[in-house]
């Protein structure tokens, strides 16, 4: 992949007798790539330290809902963040085929660039994230049944993710997004590492995490000690995230990122005392210092021995995605 001038191969213009619209490329098979006048921009719907995401609606055919996350080439490569907006479209591409996508992994509909820009069309959550549906609930927390709902879609999402050898690695409310059918979808794969690419072999740094990917408050211990990313990494942020349904606060929390991080590293956290008890069993056997003995390591049992805990009790996994979601938005 050229990545010399930000224009990748298969997102540069080539020569074509059907030379139709003036702005419009067309892919590696010679279709016309969509452009920014495909779509008419709604609003706003959030930014990151490169990018700004629009909700849009195609303007032809079903006139489909999206999000387009709008990259500015100049800020990717002053940030050097060149290689990760590559593999987060080339990890999306992978997730959005056919064979290997999933209703709970945000799929990449289209991408396409301008002289400034690169575009990401992805599918549109409605509600926006989760933490701001939980903000909006009594008590700022889900109750028990939704909380396992949430995390049972989550577990799905993050089991297809790893099966296809990828981790993602900021796993957090922000990024869990809700449908208007009030399912969820994983999204902002801007950290995802790839155990696969060969590239990264090249670059201890990367191979060990000296650059440390995610949120403190999820980050897992291994990554604090700069030891191998595996997907046990996001089976941890998985943990913190199931405390955080149920409470509605984060279970590694402090002034600063260094005591959040001394926190982790010495896991001291508490349950308070409404806290279910098989959901208490359930986080205690995944927040676990070593990334081998977590429950749904590879050596713990995979994600089955998740899937069979106490807390997900009723849970239909292979029905998951036409079940009834807990909460009427
Ligand atoms: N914010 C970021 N990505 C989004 C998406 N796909 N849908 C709605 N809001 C988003």
Redesign the pocket.
């Known amino acids: 992949m050229a990545e010399d001038g930000l224009i990748p191969e298969n997102m540069r213009p080539t020569s074509s007798s059907n030379y139709v619209n003036p702005d419009a490329q067309v892919d590696e098979h010679g279709n016309r790539m969509k452009t920014m006048t495909d779509y008419e921009v709604l609003k706003e719907?959030?930014e990151g330290s490169f990018s700004v995401?629009y909700?849009a609606r195609e303007r032809a055919g079903q006139k489909r809902e999206?999000?387009i996350?709008t990259c500015f080439k100049k800020q990717i490569i002053k940030l050097g963040k060149v290689a990760s907006v590559f593999r987060e479209k080339r990890v999306l591409q992978t997730l959005s085929e056919a064979e290997s996508c999933s209703p709970f992994i945000?799929q990449l509909i289209a991408t396409f660039q301008d002289e400034n820009h690169l575009y990401f069309v992805?599918?549109?959550?409605?509600y926006?994230?989760l933490l701001q549906v939980q903000m909006k609930r009594p008590d700022r927390k889900f109750m028990k049944e939704e909380a396992k709902f949430y995390a049972a879609e989550l577990w799905m999402a993050l089991t297809h993710i790893h099966g296809h050898d990828f981790v993602h690695l900021d796993v957090k409310l922000e990024n869990i997004?809700v449908?208007s059918d009030g399912h969820t979808?994983l999204?902002?794969f801007g950290c995802v590492k790839d155990l696969n690419e060969k590239d990264e072999k090249l670059d201890p740094r990367i191979r060990h995490s000296a650059i440390m990917p995610g949120t403190a408050q999820y980050v897992s211990p291994e990554i604090l000690q700069r030891d191998p990313v595996t997907p046990s990494c996001d089976i941890w942020a998985f943990g913190v995230v199931i405390y955080q349904l149920l409470t509605g606060k984060h279970c590694f929390h402090d002034e600063s990122e260094y005591l959040i991080f001394k926190r982790i590293q010495k896991l001291l956290y508490k349950f308070p005392d409404e806290f279910p008890e098989d959901a208490k069993d359930l986080v205690e056997k995944i927040l676990v210092l070593q990334p081998t003995e977590r429950l749904g390591a590879v050596e713990s049992g995979g994600g089955e021995a998740v899937a069979k805990h106490a807390f997900f009790e009723g849970i239909e996994w292979d029905k998951l995605h036409e079940t009834q979601p807990p909460i009427t938005l």
């Open positions: 719907i959030g995401v909700a999206a999000a996350k945000v992805l599918s549109y959550a409605k926006g994230d997004l449908k979808m999204s902002d």
